[in-house]
């Protein structure tokens, strides 16, 4: 995989996370523990950090740029990035879980437990309110979670760890 330093800046991954090779990570960027990172990934903290939460589960193809300082890009626990998203220098909260295709521009934040339909396109600093079902674009809220659908998200982004610990493991005994 791409490990590319930018600068005085060189990625820092968790050996607990796991990384496709097809991936690039660049510059000032920390991957914790349990996370994932799929094929085809960018996550480029070139212009400011980027940071992934643990259990983080980063799809396919998936762009993470952070470009200014005042704009990080902070991915917060358990949360499930789908593929072909693209996120610039944004906040996202634990357990959020971003459809694939969606677009989330510089400065916006995902409370905790939210979720993005396929193909949603947060504006610029928009704050989308915890445990809330959004969609469209521009984004707009259709409704409010419930304990049950955070509870099942949690399921699978905890499952999502899991397997790739197992890889991890697999991939370290051969």
């Not at 200014?68 to 991915?75: C, F, G, R, S």
């Not at 993005?116 to 079902?133: D, E, T």
């Not at 399921?155 to 790739?164: L, N």
């Amino acid at each position: 995989m791409p490990v590319l330093s930018f600068g005085d800046k060189t990625p820092k991954i968790d050996e607990g996370a796991y990384v496709s090779p097809q991936a690039t990570i660049v510059g000032d960027v920390e991957i914790a523990a349990r996370a994932s990172v799929w094929p085809g990934a960018v996550i480029r903290g070139d212009g400011a950090m980027v940071r992934v939460g643990e259990g983080v589960c980063i799809q396919d193809s998936v762009v993470i740029h952070a470009h200014t300082p005042d704009n990080p890009a902070i991915i917060g626990e358990l949360a499930i990035v789908g593929t072909a998203s693209i996120l610039h220098g944004v906040y996202v909260g634990d357990k959020a879980d971003i459809g694939e295709r969606c677009v989330v521009h510089d400065g916006a934040t995902l409370g905790e437990g939210v979720r993005l339909a396929p193909g949603s396109i947060v504006p610029s600093n928009v704050v989308i309110p915890p445990r809330s079902l959004n969609s469209g674009a521009p984004v707009t809220q259709i409704r409010e979670l419930s304990r049950d659908e955070i509870d099942t998200h949690v399921v699978r982004a905890e499952t999502i760890a899991s397997v790739f610990q197992k890889l991890l493991r697999w991939q370290r005994a051969i």
